[in-house]
């Protein structure tokens, strides 16, 4: 197939299935799905040509003569990553002859095609024996029928492994799904907004320890009037999972979790707009944001010129001590707005310290995530009062007189008694 048959095509296919061209008053129920049926039938083997070329690029080592790995090529030629992900998969797999023959057909997509290569892999991965030809061909028919038979590629991995599962429990030596951990995965994946969704297929063992960890953290807590934690289950759940971080965050930049590698956050701010920040992962940020981060995550800030030069990296001091938070715990108890426990606060600086705040017991406090997410951008302020302890002033919606208010650990005093 050369450039000018593709030329060709892509001409006709313009020509005829562009809205403009198409006369909807004419149209009628069956024509629009026998078109969207063929359609399909294209999108099919387009994609299939789309997996053979990946293939030839492989082969011909375009990507390494540019000095990169084919899925950057793949990406930089317009492919979405995740697309380019499912073709390197299955250009690799070139065993299984049965799913190849039905996505060059176009009865066959390429999001099911991969759900079933991946599907015989987890089975492969889950059989404590060598997986026979004959067997791999029994499972690749089975899941070949589930996808004939309408399941999404979700639904079909489900089967596939059902059946690594069901393999394992009849082999000698095989075991339990809950058991193995070689079958464990997490995948984090962003979005283009920079929000991060989370998909873990755990053992039991881990299972277990994060299950009962984000059960304790996510206990409800009480509002200050005595009301019910107006937060869903599911935000509990949430604020406990960044409660189990921070604490993992504190431990390897403190070196008390034993690693051999030293765990430290970055957020990149550019010399010409401090307020500009950025992290590695998940991309811009809000100044209030990364005056958050900046509080108590072992965040280092690394400052660059326009060419994206580090020009400094942040002082360590910033960073409250033990010592300083167990002086917070012992006055403010817990959190100072909802009165969260002090194992899920962060020690927060009063006045930012990037504004030159100091890292002293007169300008700290604890809070916990969600508190400490009002106080940066929800309207809500602290200051410290002449009593030494900290005081929250509420925004206008609030309380349009903005008066004080004393931390959780004291709300029996007057609130007359000013700051």
Known sequence: MSDHDL?????????????????????????????????????????????????????????????????????????????????LRLAAATDIPRVTASTALGSLSSEHADAIIRGLTHIAHRSPEEVTPDMRHDHTIALLSHAGAGMAPSDIQKYARQLGNQLAADTDGGLPAAEDRSVNELSLHHDADGRLAVTADLDVTVGEKLSTAIDVLSAPVPQPDGSHDPRSTERRQADALETLLDAAVRGLADDTIPTTTRLEVLMIRSADDPAAASLPHSGPVTESTADMLSCDSAVTDITTNGDGVPLNVGRRKRFFTNAQRKAYIVRDDGCIKCGAPASRCHAHHIQPWSEGGATDLDNGCLLCPSCHDDIHHGGWAVIMGADRHPWLIPPATVDPKQRPQPAYNRRTMRLDDAA
């Open 7 to 87: 030329a060709e095509i892509l001409d006709v296919i313009i020509d005829n299935l562009t809205e403009p061209s198409i006369d909807q008053k004419s149209l009628t129920d069956r024509h629009a799905t026998e078109v969207m049926t063929q359609l399909r039938l294209i999108r099919n083997l387009v994609d299939h040509l789309c997996v053979v070329f990946t293939g030839h690029l492989e082969q011909l080592h375009v990507a390494t003569h540019q000095g990169r790995k084919l899925r950057e090529l793949l990406i930089c030629m317009g492919y979405p990553p995740a697309v380019a992900q499912r073709y």
